[in-house]
């Protein structure tokens, strides 16, 4: 039996990223991807996904390097993290900065 999606609490149209294959059939609350950080040469962003990876609260999901599209206005652009919080329900949009992290 294949794996049903949990409904999103958000747009997935604001996150192509999210509608691809590979994030379809995501079982486990966490952060995405769950190895290693997307190819990056941004020092921060790497302390900022290893801070997530060890301290990220069970409940949460966190995704580095997702895509923002706006359907809307056709405008593309890319976060460097996305923090959900399904049970407040909660995003964040997190853009590291190297030495200073901007929200």
């Given amino acids: ?10 747009d997935l149209n604001l996150f192509p990223d999210l509608r ?3 994030y379809l059939s995501i079982p486990n609350l966490g952060l995405y991807p769950r190895e290693k950080p997307h190819h990056t040469e941004s020092y921060a962003e ?9 301290k990220l609260p069970e409940s ?23 923090i959900a919080i399904p049970n407040r329900p909660a995003i964040l949009l997190m853009e590291v900065g190297d030495r200073i992290l901007i929200f």
Wanted: net charge negative; hydrophobic share 30%.
């Fill in 1 to 10: 039996m294949p794996h049903k999606r949990k409904p999103a609490f958000f």
């Fill in 60 to 82: 949460w999901y966190a995704w580095h390097s997702l895509s923002i599209h706006k359907e809307d206005t056709g405008e593309h652009g890319e976060t460097d993290f996305v």
């Fill in 20 to 22: 691809d294959d590979k």
């Fill in 46 to 54: 790497h302390k900022v996904y290893n801070l997530l990876k060890d």
